[in-house]
């Protein structure tokens, strides 16, 4: 098993970066995720917690000697499931593969809370593991590929979250300048 973790700031309040978060799609540095579909979202009447759940659509190649042996396509699709406490200021986020499961798992977990100066903490982890026990070499070359791409896909996230939440934020701080 890999693990992956990452953690900072955004500069922006938490309330920005929620009301961001469901924006963060479509945007040009996270080319591999192409639909977002909302399956189901729920308000609980007592807490106020938003529940949301949603099917990524993603489109990234899988290692071409999975596709060769097993079959596959660049098609993929991660199941996330977010949770929004607007009266403790948190919001976590956990998804998963569903493509690609027989072979690997990747579980994610994100957490956004409010920092000091108006910012918004970002923490991240992952559990990647492969699923082919009886071929070890397999298993550790895929499970490398997959922390890889995991990686290059959370830089791309966390360079395409902060375009949009500046271009979210600053126009209308720019209207209300101009007003």
Known sequence: ?????????????????????WHKYPNPHCTHVVTVDVVDRSIDSRTGI???????????????WIVRFFGGSEDAFVREISFVNPATQEATITSVNLSLSQF???YESIKYAPAPNGHTS?????????????????????????????????HLG??????????????????????
């Open 50 to 64: 938003i529940r949301t759940e949603r099917i990524l659509g993603c489109k990234q190649k899988a290692p071409a």
């Open 158 to 179: 966390k360079v395409g979250f902060s375009d949009v939440l500046r271009s979210m934020w600053e126009a209308k701080e720019q209207q209300h300048a101009h007003s």
């Open 104 to 106: 690997a798992t990747c």
């Open 122 to 154: 970002f923490s991240q982890t992952a559990e990647i593991q492969a699923r082919m026990a009886l071929w070890r070499s397999a298993a550790d070359k895929l499970e490398g590929w997959l922390v890889q791409r995991f990686e290059q896909n959370a």
């Open 1 to 21: 098993m890999h693990y992956f973790s990452q953690l900072f700031n955004y500069e922006h309040p938490w309330s920005h970066v929620v009301i961001g978060m």
